[in-house]
């Protein structure tokens, strides 16, 4: 009978449940893809040797040792062997006839270099020309030679550990059936290129690939091969074991971002809960008299209470079926759209598995019916004289038990705040959050009336009668408008507190790089610890008559006694990196650092009880454990870490140092524009992946690496923010239907269309105007809070951008106008007669 409430209703259990949905079908989607992609790349693989020499991260793949060449032939001699070749994956970067990086190094994709392998265990198969032969020459992936519009016979440069070099292009391969493996950049080498130019080392290799000839199993293969080449500093594993590892690694990936997403589908639940219980409640008002006279007819209270149950079941179950679909049809765009964006994959179905279907069904029956539960039971409680009057009664705003419940939710609410604030627990926060979300949804139809007219003094003044009548009705219904707003103060809120955060980082950012860098430029390139700059390019620029110091500085994976997993660690240049870095050095001298020691942070030095002489053992990949000595302990660990060392500890190592950037001072006299220059040019011969900039210039670039992800969170949280506008759209006309007797009366002492339509707008502006108010106070409140309790990690400027917050309260006027639009028009079509007629 309702068909538009129907809708609407079920629109705001469908976005929660589509974003749902979608995220989950995305996931699998592009879990399967790759799990078909790693079945077909391993189905020759039969044994995997690596080396046993392993540091683990808390994110990230393990870093692995090197094993020698040498090794092949014996594994060629094993029974069962068909084939048997090494293999290495390394950072690479293609450059282009423009001399600009193909892909884009860190900031994207990854870009590696490879062994291209043989037709009889590779993965890899020639579209075009052949594989390398020699050190002079080099192929590419498919979609990297359309990209960088090679040909073949082209000269092109490749950067990587060992620096820049120039091969002739002999041909573009395929990965398995795709152009290139999720739109990375490969640059493809024969063996011994392969070592010694991605791992700068002529006999160093990151495994050994095997073939079986099928008379054994992979296991048999395997045992066969151990006691071949034995087990010491060597790792073998099935060709199935590895297929399952690389399989592992991408979940582990998309789980994060899987999680990511779906904490914003459940925030946009959320949000569609108060949409929901708002509804039910308008509706039980509106339904007094009905139920009053089901009531008096006989109906018990619990077939009552079930037929509103019923209808909220149907609702649900209607939001979900559409999310469901919706949520398929937004992962299938979603995977299009990074096909588009470059990143290949695969051409497979979507992955909709039954849990998934399971899942979308629960959670939208479970919200729908869960936020109808309460309007339900008083539904119930409506006596059977009711049936006498003629109009929707709600409760009154104020009731004792109210106010009880709402102090403590919000005391509640409070006290997790005040502990993440002070007490410096995080963890806190999200019941915090909650606990002052549930209190002033219960405490906010006693301020909801307050504000309403608040706003409307200024409205008599301005706009007269239409402004007036706005705010009263918006004030005659405190609980139905606080309701109402409660939805969109969520969204407010989360708004908020993101940008206060955002903008703290950024200030802190600056203040940090402002205090510690000393210098006039940098080079630097987004590695995010895998690759970056060739450590040949410092010394390159330190050498320039422009420059008077460059230094390099990088990040290496060790193993340190305070953790079982790795430590990252600092790398840098001793002799000139206090020229460019203020540490605060409080004992000791940077200077000193060598082969055989160490500096700490001084937060690291009480952890672990060191101090200067003291000793801390250090264990590099394919390099023995040593004991470095302490030389230096510095206050300022925000840029340097806990630990940093000299490049010479890492000297005989497997690691493959680089530089994630080169920072500078240049000569007195000498222009920015003139230093740079000069830069630029070394850059592009040595690290086109570079990107030169000056101090000004650097900083800013810094601050700004939080931008994608703080756009990307708007966007999420958007669904939430369309959500509250569909709830205020359900609101209003309902309303509207609600007041249609009033409404046709006004009509008839001469209200014009336009004061209405006029009047309804004004209502809306002062819902949506509520709701931001409150959301913005709770998000500058959260957002201080997380601030101050990251305040040790070096989160130690709190920033509120008045022109970002101000754009809150004018997306919510918009957002009013927008909600008001179909209501409005709604009430113009009032028929006056029916309206005023008495039944």
Request: aromatic residues 6%; without cysteine.
């Amino acid at each position: 009978a309702r068909k538009t409430r129907l809708l609407l209703t079920s629109l705001a259990v469908m976005l929660g449940t589509a974003f749902l949905t979608g995220t989950t079908v995305f996931t699998d989607t592009i879990k399967g893809t790759f799990d078909n992609l790693f079945s077909n790349v391993f189905e020759n693989v039969d044994a995997y040797v690596r080396s046993g020499d392993v540091i683990e991260q808390d994110f990230g793949d393990a870093q692995r040792g090197k094993i020698s060449g040498t090794l092949v032939e014996q594994i060629r001699e094993v029974p069962g062997v068909v084939a048997a070749e090494v293999s290495v994956q390394q950072f690479a970067v293609i450059v282009d006839k423009q001399g600009k990086p193909v892909g884009k190094p860190g900031g994207g994709p990854p870009t590696f270099g490879a062994t291209v392998g043989t037709d009889t265990i590779g993965f890899w198969r020639f579209e075009t020309g052949r594989a390398p032969q020699d050190g002079t020459e080099v192929a590419v992936d498919v979609n990297s030679y359309v990209r960088g519009k090679f040909s073949i016979g082209d000269r092109i440069k490749v950067t990587a550990v060992s620096g820049t070099r120039e091969f002739t292009l002999v041909g573009a391969a395929q990965f398995g059936t795709v152009d290139s493996p999720g739109g990375a950049t490969f640059a493809l080498f024969d063996d011994l290129t392969a070592a010694e130019f991605l791992n700068g080392k002529s006999d160093a290799y990151d495994a050994i690939i095997v073939r079986g000839d099928g008379s054994v199993s992979e296991a048999e293969l395997v045992d066969r091969i151990r006691s071949e080449i034995g087990t010491a500093g060597v790792e073998t594993l099935t060709g199935e074991a590895i297929e399952e590892e690389n399989k592992s690694d991408i979940q582990k990936g998309l789980s994060f971002f899987s999680v990511f997403l779906k904490v914003f589908a459940f925030i946009a639940l959320f949000v569609a809960t108060f949409v929901i219980y708002n509804l039910f409640s308008i509706t039980v008002a509106q339904r007094r008299r009905e139920n009053a006279l089901l009531r008096a007819v006989g109906a018990s209270r619990w077939q009552v209470t079930f037929a509103l149950l019923v209808e909220a079941f149907v609702i649900g179950l209607v939001g979900s079926l559409i999310g469901l679909v919706s949520g398929v049809g937004l992962a299938v765009g979603l995977r299009s759209l990074l096909n588009a964006a470059g990143v290949d994959l695969p051409s497979t179905g979507v992955s909709l598995r039954g849990s998934t279907v399971v899942t979308t069904l629960i959670v939208g029956l479970v919200v729908t019916a869960a936020s109808a539960l309460l309007p339900a039971i008083r539904s119930s409680k409506v006596p059977p004289v009711a049936a006498l009057r003629d109009e929707a009664i709600e409760p009154d705003a104020w009731s004792r038990s109210r106010l009880v419940w709402g102090v403590l939710l919000l005391g509640v609410g409070i006290a997790g705040v005040m502990g993440a604030l002070f007490g410096g627990k995080l963890v806190l926060l999200g019941p915090g959050a909650l606990g002052l979300f549930t209190g002033l949804f219960v405490l906010g139809p006693l301020v909801a009336g307050p504000l309403a007219r608040l706003a409307g003094i200024p409205l008599r003044s301005l706009r007269g009668i239409t402004g007036q009548m706005g705010a009263e009705n918006a004030a005659r219904n405190p609980k139905r408008t606080a309701r109402t707003a409660a939805a969109l103060l969520v969204g407010a809120a989360l708004v908020a507190a993101v940008t206060v955060m955002a903008s703290s980082i950024k200030a802190s950012v600056r203040a940090i790089f402002a205090d510690q860098f000393q210098g006039d430029l940098t080079v630097t390139v987004q590695s995010f610890g895998f690759g970056g700059l060739p450590i040949t390019l410092a010394p390159a620029l330190d050498s320039l008559p422009e420059i008077e110091v460059a230094t390099g500085v990088g990040i290496a994976v060790a193993k340190l006694p305070e953790r079982a997993k790795g430590t990252s660690v600092t790398v840098v240049d001793p002799s000139t990196v206090s020229a460019l870095f203020d540490l605060k050095v409080v004992e000791g001298l940077l200077t000193d650092l060598d082969r055989t020691s160490i500096a700490i942070s001084k937060d690291k030095a009480e952890s672990l009880d060191k101090g200067i002489g003291s000793t801390i053992t250090f264990s590099s990949l394919g390099g023995t454990q040593r004991d470095l000595r302490v030389v230096a302990v510095y206050e300022e660990d925000t840029l340097a870490g806990g630990f940093t060392v000299s490049r010479a500890v890492f000297e005989g190592a497997d690691d493959n140092l680089f530089d994630f950037g080169v920072y500078m001072l240049k000569n007195e006299g000498v222009s920015d524009t003139a230093a740079k220059s000069a830069v630029d040019a070394v850059v592009r011969e040595l690290a086109p992946a570079g990107k030169t900039k000056t101090r000004v210039e650097y900083i800013d670039s810094q601050t700004k690496q939080v931008d994608p992800l703080l756009n990307l969170i708007y966007g999420l949280l958007a669904l939430s923010v369309v959500i509250a506008a569909i709830g205020i759209v359900i609101t209003l006309l309902l309303s509207v239907y609600e007041r249609r007797r009033e409404l046709g009366l006004l009509r008839a002492i001469g209200m014009t269309r336009s004061q209405v339509r006029s009047s309804i707008r004004w209502e809306a502006l002062i819902v949506t105007l509520i709701g931001a108010v409150e959301g913005v106070a709770i998000g500058l409140a959260l957002g201080f809070a997380v601030v101050a309790a990251l305040k040790d990690k070096g989160l130690n400027q709190f920033s509120v951008p008045i022109i970002r917050m101000a754009s809150i309260f004018v997306i919510a006027i918009v957002l009013g106008v927008l909600a008001a639009i179909i209501p409005a028009r709604r009430a113009t079509k009032v028929n006056v007669l029916e309206a005023i007629s008495t039944n």
